[in-house]
């Protein structure tokens, strides 16, 4: 007898990370400085998240069980601005190495 055809299907629960993820593009997160961020929670609640760079822990002065969501929205603007500022160094250091071989070329 198959008996998991009885059982329920898992409950899908999102996780915070994936909360974040799915709110990050209609929430607004704003750097504070220092690994601290100003950041848009549900009813248009700002807080101030603290990712506890340079030692010190994350915090999150909401009442969800941590790591919050707020944490996480914070984290992935954080790792987007990260990406962001290497991709433009990165496009400064190829646009000088095209000119230096232009450069070597005449
Ligand atoms: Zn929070």
Partial sequence: MDTTKDT??????ETVT???????PERIVEPLG???YSVEGSGGH??????GIGGGHESCPCLATKPCYHISLATIHRAKAKAKARRAKAERTAARASR???AASL
Avoid: C, I
């Fill in 46 to 51: 700002f807080y101030e998240v603290d990712l």
């Fill in 34 to 36: 220092h690994g601290r």
């Fill in 18 to 24: 994936q909360k974040a993820l799915r709110l990050y």
């Fill in 8 to 13: 329920a299907p898992p409950v899908t629960r």
């Fill in 100 to 102: 230096a071989s232009l």
